[in-house]
T-cell receptor, first 110, second 115 residues
Framework: QKEVEQNSGPLSVPEGAIASLNCTYS??????FFWYRQYSGKSPELIMS????GDKEDGRFTAQLNKASQYVSLLIRDSQPSDSATYLC??????????FGKGTTLSVSS | EAQVTQNPRYLITVTGKKLTVTCSQN?????MSWYRQDPGLGLRQIYY???????DKGDVPEGYKVSRKEKRNFPLILESPSPNQTSLYFC??????????????FGPGTRLLVL
């Protein structure tokens, strides 16, 4: 059974701090990695994708991938109260299946 | 406006009464999927479809059926709903291609309660 593991949280950070969200996956042949943000009662929205080892930056968000360690993370710099949401890690294995983690709840206090 | 629509958005039903949740997309996407989301279990894929008349099981297909007779529609059918199918359901679509998942659109969700 292929798995994607995340700490459920809640992860609490003060406004302006860096939030670090982590994800590990079990399938070594996974090809694509995604971070989704989901506000309560809403549908998930894609915020970052990463395909190769290293860092990928987009505004305040940085995704980091280490395939040897089967580890992907999301850093949110200068966290804002509007970043408070559940963050879902998703991993695409060969084929079309997309496997989601259970999500980490982030709370940013002002 | 590019969108995925689901109907109904909310549904309360009783055990054993067949129901269909519709999903429609206006983006001419090849891939469509159904997910269910439950507290503590995350988002799990039920079925997916790579194109018309091509469907395959996801992680939790038991108790569900799908069909893909037209490219834009991908209905989810519960032939005999049971209380353990109470959940929040999302339909999603994406175009074919290497980076198709980067443009996966989710519908607004259907909240189902089976009594």
């Amino acid at each position: 059974q292929k798995e994607v593991e995340q700490n459920s949280g809640p992860l609490s950070v003060p406004e302006g701090a860096i939030a670090s969200l982590n994800c590990t996956y079990s399938d070594r042949v996974s090809q694509s990695f995604f971070w989704y943000r989901q506000y309560s009662g809403k549908s998930p929205e894609l915020i970052m994708s990463i395909y190769s080892n290293g860092d990928k930056e987009d505004g305040r968000f940085t995704a980091q991938l280490n395939k040897a360690s089967q580890y992907v993370s999301l850093l949110i710099r200068d966290s804002q109260p509007s970043d408070s949401a559940t963050y879902l890690c998703a991993v695409r294995e060969a084929g079309t299946a997309l496997i989601f983690g259970k999500g980490t709840t982030l709370s940013v206090s002002s | 406006e590019a969108q995925v629509t689901q109907n109904p958005r909310y549904l309360i039903t009783v055990t054993g009464k067949k129901l269909t949740v519709t999903c429609s997309q206006n983006m001419n996407h090849e891939y469509m999927s159904w997910y269910r989301q439950d507290p503590g279990l995350g988002l799990r894929q039920i079925y997916y479809s790579m194109n018309v008349e091509v469907t395959d099981k996801g992680d939790v297909p038991e108790g569900y059926k799908v069909s893909r007779k037209e490219k834009r529609n991908f209905p989810l059918i519960l032939e005999s709903p049971s209380p353990n199918q109470t959940s929040l359901y999302f339909c999603a679509s994406s175009p074919q291609g290497l980076r198709s998942w980067e443009t996966q659109y989710f519908g607004p969700g259907t909240r189902l309660l089976v009594l």
